[in-house]
């Protein structure tokens, strides 16, 4: 046995909401071969398993009877490449961010606009991250995960994966694949994605008109730091619900009683909402209870002032869907994973 278990360990350090439950078992793998050994010790122990990247998408609301797998396996590699794309992978431990930025310096392209998502490479494929326009979907090839429910090693095609928006086959399952590397194929060249008008203003303001990839890398992390709370200042987890979709007729009936309303086409019938611009427009921007509270320059974000417990913040989120869908009857749907 080359695993370190450890019993009744404390998740207030591997969560970025920093709430203090406790895992009934935990177990930090750097090696994919200790995934096997794993499955095998919770089978004995009749412990369901639970994984663990960097705690960045979870809400948790009570002790975790499980099994707790936090996946620390690191490396990446380049796998081919051509003189137009560069087909590259990385474990599932890896810092996701650090990896974006590896595949810059080597001129690739694709992932730019999805820099300083904090997290783990194995998680990314989980609600298909997106960020200014592009989604882990655009750029992904594959990846390799163990099935805890046959104890066989399977690979994922695009199609396997079922992707849509923050939504992934892994995501709809959860617990049951363990990912362990993930592919990308990465241009060397081609367009990038501007669309959206902060990073584009802020090319404009820094008189920058045909930037580089790591221009645009760059770009976003400064907004980004600008504007989100950092989890290890103030404790959150990003946006806590997904921007909801709805009928155009919905939006247009919406609009009139709400001239500001922010609609972005989604297809021939159906418009994205701004969630945060609902949350703000009902007057829960800055919004505190206890240390369970509404950033306050992010309606978007729930924050954890210090020692609010998991079931304060669901509360609280519960509170504000209530309240949305009584003003404007959309139904806000939670984003992080709550457990
Ligand atoms: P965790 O929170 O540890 O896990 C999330 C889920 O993935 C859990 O169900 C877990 O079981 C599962 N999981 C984790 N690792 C694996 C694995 N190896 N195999 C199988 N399942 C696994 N998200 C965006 O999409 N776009 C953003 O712009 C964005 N910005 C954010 C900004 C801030 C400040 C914060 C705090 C969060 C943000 N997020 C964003 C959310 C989050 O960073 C991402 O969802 C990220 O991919 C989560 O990674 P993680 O390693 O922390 O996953
Ligand atoms: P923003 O630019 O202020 O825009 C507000 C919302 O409008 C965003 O949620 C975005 O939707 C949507 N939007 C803006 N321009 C759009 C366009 N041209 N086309 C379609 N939709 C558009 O958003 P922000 O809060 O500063 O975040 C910037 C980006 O980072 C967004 O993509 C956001 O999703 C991402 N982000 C995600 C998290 C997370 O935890 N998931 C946290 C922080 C930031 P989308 O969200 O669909 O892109």
């Not at 709370?229 to 609009?255: C, E, H, Q, R, W």
């Not at 009139?256 to 297809?267: D, E, F, N, R």
């Given at each position: 046995?080359?695993?370190?278990?450890?019993?009744?360990?404390?998740?207030?350090?591997?969560?970025?909401?920093?709430?203090?439950?406790?895992?009934?078992?935990?177990?930090?793998?750097?090696?994919?071969?200790?995934?096997?050994?794993?499955?095998?010790?919770?089978?004995?122990?009749?412990?369901?398993?639970?994984?663990?990247?960097?705690?960045?998408?979870?809400?948790?609301?009570?002790?975790?009877?499980?099994?707790?797998?936090?996946?620390?396996?690191?490396?990446?590699?380049?796998?081919?490449?051509?003189?137009?794309?560069?087909?590259?992978?990385?474990?599932?431990?890896?810092?996701?961010?650090?990896?974006?930025?590896?595949?810059?310096?080597?001129?690739?392209?694709?992932?730019?606009?999805?820099?300083?998502?904090?997290?783990?490479?194995?998680?990314?494929?989980?609600?298909?991250?997106?960020?200014?326009?592009?989604?882990?979907?655009?750029?992904?090839?594959?990846?390799?995960?163990?099935?805890?429910?046959?104890?066989?090693?399977?690979?994922?095609?695009?199609?396997?994966?079922?992707?849509?928006?923050?939504?992934?086959?892994?995501?709809?399952?959860?617990?049951?694949?363990?990912?362990?590397?993930?592919?990308?194929?990465?241009?060397?060249?081609?367009?990038?994605?501007?669309?959206?008008?902060?990073?584009?203003?802020?090319?404009?303001?820094?008189?920058?008109?045909?930037?580089?990839?790591?221009?645009?890398?760059?770009?976003?992390?400064?907004?980004?730091?600008?504007?989100?709370?950092?989890?290890?200042?103030?404790a959150n987890a990003g946006s806590f619900f997904k921007n909801p979709i709805v009928s155009k007729?919905?939006?247009?009936?919406?609009?009139?009683?709400?001239?500001?309303?922010?609609?972005?086409?989604?297809?021939?019938?159906?418009?994205?909402?701004?969630?945060?611009?609902?949350?703000?427009?009902?007057?829960?921007?800055?919004?505190?209870?206890?240390?369970?509270?509404?950033?306050?320059?992010?309606?978007?974000?729930?924050?954890?002032?210090?020692?609010?417990?998991?079931?304060?913040?669901?509360?609280?989120?519960?509170?504000?869907?209530?309240?949305?869908?009584?003003?404007?009857?959309?139904?806000?749907?939670?984003?992080?994973?709550?457990?």
């Amino acid at each position: 046995m080359t695993l370190k278990l450890l019993c009744q360990h404390s998740l207030r350090s591997y969560n970025s909401f920093a709430v203090d439950v406790r895992a009934q078992c935990f177990v930090q793998l750097s090696k994919d071969t200790q995934c096997l050994e794993v499955l095998k010790h919770a089978q004995q122990q009749n412990l369901p398993i639970w994984v663990l990247g960097g705690g960045t998408n979870l809400l948790l609301t009570q002790d975790v009877p499980a099994l707790v797998v936090h996946m620390a396996t690191r490396g990446w590699r380049v796998l081919e490449e051509t003189e137009s794309v560069l087909l590259v992978e990385a474990a599932a431990g890896e810092s996701w961010h650090e990896f974006v930025l590896w595949t810059l310096l080597l001129g690739g392209q694709g992932l730019e606009n999805l820099s300083l998502i904090p997290g783990t490479v194995g998680a990314a494929p989980v609600q298909n991250i997106g960020a200014y326009g592009v989604e882990l979907k655009d750029t992904f090839l594959g990846l390799t995960a163990l099935d805890f429910y046959t104890g066989q090693w399977c690979d994922f095609s695009w199609a396997d994966c079922h992707f849509a928006y923050r939504e992934s086959v892994f995501k709809q399952q959860p617990n049951r694949w363990l990912i362990t590397r993930v592919r990308f194929v990465l241009k060397r060249q081609g367009s990038l994605q501007l669309g959206y008008a902060a990073l584009r203003e802020r090319l404009e303001y820094l008189k920058i008109q045909q930037p580089t990839a790591l221009e645009v890398s760059q770009v976003i992390c400064s907004i980004r730091q600008e504007k989100l709370p950092d989890p290890k200042v103030l404790a959150n987890a990003g946006s806590f619900f997904k921007n909801p979709i709805v009928s155009k007729t919905k939006a247009a009936k919406l609009a009139q009683q709400y001239p500001g309303l922010i609609t972005y086409p989604v297809s021939r019938t159906e418009v994205k909402l701004a969630a945060g611009w609902l949350i703000e427009q009902a007057g829960w921007k800055g919004f505190r209870d206890g240390d369970a509270g509404v950033h306050r320059l992010q309606a978007l974000v729930l924050v954890n002032y210090g020692t609010a417990s998991g079931a304060a913040l669901l509360s609280l989120a519960t509170r504000i869907q209530q309240d949305i869908w009584q003003r404007f009857e959309v139904l806000l749907e939670i984003e992080p994973v709550v457990f």
